[in-house]
């Protein structure tokens, strides 16, 4: 299937502004405008993980909000993987966080394979964690096989 010139067409206007709104509804201080741009950010990571499967790739913390977003509303979830030729593969998110993680080789790779798609990376999204990123977001994990990296937890300290 050849993918849209907008990654918004990848999902109704409707789908679109409800996912904004989910983005607004964890976020009630970020503008209508950024939970816009996390919600394309978020296809075009989807896309990216649907044409390659396997390959190790990562959104940034933001863009994870936006993704977070997509898989609460399971049904067009579910279609949107389809209709990217995810063959018959759901793609999947399992939690985890480790906020001493940043891996920049991840995300690098991650806007490359968005660029081969026709694309390109909102860069003000796709950047290093820190205190000065756009907006705090709900999101705090962003790993996932076949689809992020995957950090094994770290043992808590035992209470002698």
């Known amino acids: 299937m050849p993918l849209p010139a907008l990654p918004r067409m990848l999902i109704t206007d409707e789908r679109f502004a409800s996912c904004r709104e989910t983005v607004l509804d964890a976020n009630p ?3 209508e405008e950024l939970a816009g741009r996390i919600v394309e950010e978020a296809l075009k990571f989807v896309a ?6 396997g390959v190790g790739l990562a959104p940034s913390r933001i863009v994870d909000e936006g993704w977070h ?3 609460l509303h399971t049904a067009m979830y579910a ?3 389809e209709t990217l030729g995810a063959r018959g593969r759901f793609i999947h998110h399992y939690p985890g966080y480790d906020p001493t993680h940043y891996d920049p080789p991840i995300l690098d790779r991650t806007r490359e394979k968005i660029a081969e798609l026709g694309w390109e990376a909102d860069s003000e999204l796709w950047g290093p964690p820190s205190d000065e990123t756009l907006a705090s977001v709900a999101a705090k994990c962003q790993h996932a096989p076949e689809c992020t990296i995957v950090i094994t937890p770290k043992p808590k ?3 002698a």
């Open 48 to 53: 990216a993980c649907a044409k390659n499967p």
């Open 157 to 159: 300290p035992s209470s």
């Open 29 to 31: 201080d970020m503008s």
């Open 79 to 81: 279609e949107l993987c």
């Open 69 to 71: 977003t997509l898989i």
